[in-house]
C-alpha cells in the first residue's frame, strides 16, 4: 500500500515569513496529491491539490509543487498570518478495490509567531 | 457547511458498552469512508463503500462494523468498546479523489 511521510512534524515561522511542508510517497501509481488543513477542533478541509499531470499550481498565497521522479511533493505558504496557525496535512491516492482513497502524512503543526 | 453531518458529536462512554454513529452526506456522492484520528493526530482510513458496497476494510478489529443503508448514510457501530478506542471519528464522502470530511465524532471511553 501507499506509504506518505511528511516533514516536519512542527514548524514555527514569523509572520510575514514563509513556510514550506515536504512530503514523499512510495507508490508510483498515485496521482492525486491533496493538501488538508485542520484548525483545532474542525475538520480537516481541503486548501489545495495537484494531480500528477502537473509540476506546480499556485492559488493566491499557497502553493503546492510535485516532483515525480523523486516521488515528493511540497506545500509553500508565502506571506504568513496568524489564521495560518493549524495542522497541515498531505496525502496522496491509493486504490483499494476500486474506490481510490488517501493516504494521510502525519501532520505538521505550523505556528505562526506574531 | 452541512454537506457531510455526524451525529452525535461527542460521545463518552463505558469500557465494554456497544455504541454507534451516524453520517449523511447531502453531496450526492457513491463513497462514503470512515477515518479514525487518534491523540497524535494521524489520520487512517478504517472502511470504504461505494454505493452501498464495502470496498476497503483496512486492519480494523471486527469489532467495528460499518452499515450503509443506502448511498447517502454510513453508520459505524462499535462493539465491547476499549480504552484505546478514543479517538475522533471522521466520516467522508467522495467523488473520487476529492474527500470532503464530516465535523468528526469524539469517542471517549471511560
Known amino acids: 500500500g501507499e506509504n506518505v511521510e511528511q516533514h516536519p512534524s512542527t514548524l514555527s515561522v514569523q509572520e510575514g515569513d514563509s513556510a514550506v511542508i515536504k512530503c514523499t510517497y512510495s507508490d508510483s501509481a498515485s496521482n492525486y496529491f491533496p493538501w488538508y488543513k485542520q484548525e483545532l477542533g474542525k475538520r480537516p478541509q481541503l486548501i489545495i491539490d495537484i494531480r500528477s499531470n502537473v509540476g506546480e499550481k499556485k492559488d493566491q498565497r499557497i502553493a503546492v509543487t510535485l516532483n515525480k521522479t523523486a516521488k515528493h511533493f511540497s506545500l509553500h505558504i508565502t506571506e504568513t498570518q496568524p489564521e495560518d496557525s493549524a495542522v497541515y496535512f498531505c496525502?496522496?491516492?491509493?486504490?483499494?478495490?476500486?474506490?481510490?482513497?488517501?493516504?494521510f502524512g502525519k501532520g505538521t503543526h505550523l505556528i505562526i509567531q506574531p | 457547511d452541512t454537506a457531510v453531518s455526524q451525529t452525535p458529536k461527542y460521545l463518552v462512554t463505558q469500557m465494554g458498552n456497544d455504541k454507534s454513529i451516524k453520517c449523511e452526506q447531502n453531496l450526492g456522492h457513491d463513497t462514503m469512508y470512515w477515518y479514525k484520528q487518534d491523540s497524535k493526530k494521524f489520520l487512517k482510513i478504517m472502511f470504504s463503500y461505494n454505493n452501498k458496497e464495502l470496498i476497503i476494510n483496512e486492519t480494523v478489529p471486527n469489532r467495528f462494523s460499518p452499515k450503509s443503508p443506502d448511498k447517502a448514510h454510513l453508520n459505524l457501530h462499535i462493539n465491547s468498546l476499549e480504552l484505546g478506542d478514543s479517538a475522533v471519528y471522521f466520516c467522508a464522502s467522495s467523488r473520487p479523489p476529492k474527500l470532503y470530511f464530516g465535523p468528526g465524532t469524539r469517542l471517549t471511553v471511560l
Open positions: 496525502a496522496a491516492t491509493f486504490s483499494g478495490g476500486g474506490a481510490d482513497g488517501l493516504t
